[in-house]
């Protein structure tokens, strides 16, 4: 059946801006003035694939809208994008707390409301998708669950412009880290997934925090830490693989107790999250970015030295230090 979508705003004209976005789009939507309209209209059988839903109603605002619709067994899982004129990083953070999938800012750019409408029905279609393969377990889908969580990792990395395929080489170097640390066949598997997963919480952290070419400020960084406990929150709620949650939440960690979001320190931290770690710094430092290109392999592996056992495992770290320095042509990087 063809996705279609609701738009919920008091204001005529920016509904009659979206009727004219979607129609040029081809993209079926349902229009109300009011929250309180949308959810007698929802009865448990009508399902939209998204919600656009303005903050500042008369009837009631759309943080206690987003609250009684989650309170509809049928409609807790259909994303949520907020509407707001707004552009303070106080609503922003109530929004994605209370379960928003993103904001986007009022008047309506075409383009970007269609962009970030699409992407986040793929989003949340392929996380769904994630969870029932999961949840049947059987031999024959095994690989169509690899599948899945592979293309979940493209699509989390797809939010962020200067990423590719970031997730899928943070997976193979924590695996080869496992592997050389001497861990079963069944833990590197597992770490590999948890690779593929461990940014899934950038799902919930808005893409003008996430694109912004500029240093952030201390509210937006507060922001995008929260992608750790986001991205373990999600994890979680598969209770048949809880261990997948790890990766995402303390890959943000450091061994002198100084990272985020916990705070946890040695071997307080998660061994897999420890080499996940290691994992994600050495993409980050070998990969593009809008301001610099991939850093010469001596400074990548000086630094690996310089933060062993305060912001890595050293025994970690010099594992990644041994497959520096085995890598003479400098190919285990973003080519």
């Given at each position: 059946?063809?996705?279609w979508?609701?738009?919920?705003?008091?204001?005529?004209?920016?509904l009659?801006?979206?009727?004219?976005?979607?129609n040029?789009a081809k993209?079926?939507?349902?229009?109300?003035?009011?929250?309180?309209d949308?959810?007698?209209?929802?009865d448990?059988t009508?399902?939209?694939?998204?919600?656009?839903?303005?903050?500042?109603?008369?009837d009631?605002?759309?943080?206690?809208?987003?609250?009684?619709?989650?309170?509809?067994?049928?409609?807790?899982?259909?994303?949520?994008?907020?509407?707001?004129?707004?552009?303070?990083?106080v609503?922003?953070?109530?929004?994605?707390?209370?379960?928003a999938a993103?904001?986007?800012k009022?008047?309506?750019?075409?383009?970007?409301?269609l962009?970030r409408?699409?992407?986040?029905?793929?989003?949340?279609?392929?996380?769904?998708?994630?969870?029932?393969?999961?949840?049947?377990?059987?031999?024959?889908?095994?690989?169509?669950?690899?599948?899945?969580?592979?293309?979940?990792?493209?699509?989390?990395?797809?939010?962020d412009?200067?990423?590719?395929g970031?997730?899928?080489?943070?997976?193979?170097y924590?695996?080869?880290?496992?592997?050389?640390?001497g861990c079963?066949?069944?833990?590197q598997?597992?770490?590999?997934?948890?690779?593929?997963?461990?940014?899934m919480?950038k799902?919930?952290?808005s893409?003008a925090?996430?694109?912004?070419?500029?240093?952030?400020?201390?509210?937006?960084?507060?922001?995008?830490?929260?992608?750790?406990e986001?991205?373990a929150?999600?994890?979680?709620?598969?209770?048949?693989?809880?261990?997948?949650?790890?990766?995402?939440r303390?890959?943000?960690?450091?061994?002198?107790?100084?990272?985020?979001?916990?705070?946890?320190?040695?071997?307080?931290?998660?061994?897999m999250?420890?080499?996940?770690?290691?994992?994600?710094?050495?993409d980050?430092?070998?990969s593009?970015?809008?301001?610099?290109?991939?850093?010469?392999?001596?400074?990548?592996?000086?630094?690996?030295?310089?933060?062993?056992g305060?912001?890595?495992?050293?025994?970690?770290?010099?594992?990644?230090?041994?497959m520096?320095?085995?890598?003479?042509?400098?190919?285990?990087?973003?080519?």
């Amino acid at each position: 059946m063809e996705d279609w979508i609701i738009i919920v705003d008091d204001d005529a004209t920016n509904l009659k801006v979206a009727n004219h976005i979607f129609n040029e789009a081809k993209m079926r939507a349902r229009y109300f003035k009011s929250g309180l309209d949308m959810l007698e209209y929802l009865d448990g059988t009508k399902m939209p694939a998204l919600i656009l839903l303005d903050i500042h109603m008369p009837d009631v605002d759309g943080f206690e809208v987003l609250r009684r619709l989650r309170e509809k067994e049928a409609y807790q899982k259909v994303p949520v994008i907020f509407l707001t004129a707004d552009d303070d990083m106080v609503t922003e953070k109530k929004g994605l707390d209370a379960g928003a999938a993103d904001f986007i800012k009022k008047p309506f750019a075409a383009e970007v409301l269609l962009l970030r409408v699409r992407n986040t029905i793929s989003l949340f279609r392929l996380q769904n998708d994630m969870e029932h393969a999961l949840k049947v377990k059987t031999e024959q889908l095994s690989h169509v669950y690899l599948q899945i969580v592979k293309a979940m990792s493209m699509a989390i990395d797809a939010k962020d412009t200067y990423t590719n395929g970031h997730s899928s080489r943070v997976a193979e170097y924590a695996r080869m880290i496992a592997t050389r640390a001497g861990c079963s066949e069944t833990i590197q598997d597992q770490i590999y997934i948890m690779g593929l997963l461990h940014d899934m919480g950038k799902i919930g952290v808005s893409d003008a925090i996430i694109n912004k070419p500029a240093k952030l400020t201390d509210e937006e960084y507060e922001i995008i830490k929260k992608h750790s406990e986001i991205g373990a929150q999600i994890l979680q709620s598969i209770s048949e693989f809880p261990e997948l949650s790890i990766g995402a939440r303390w890959h943000h960690e450091r061994f002198d107790g100084k990272g985020y979001p916990d705070g946890l320190s040695g071997e307080q931290i998660p061994e897999m999250a420890r080499m996940i770690a290691v994992a994600d710094t050495y993409d980050a430092m070998t990969s593009r970015r809008s301001y610099r290109d991939a850093l010469p392999q001596a400074v990548v592996k000086a630094e690996f030295q310089k933060c062993r056992g305060t912001q890595f495992d050293p025994h970690f770290a010099d594992i990644m230090i041994q497959m520096i320095e085995e890598d003479t042509e400098y190919q285990m990087r973003e080519l």
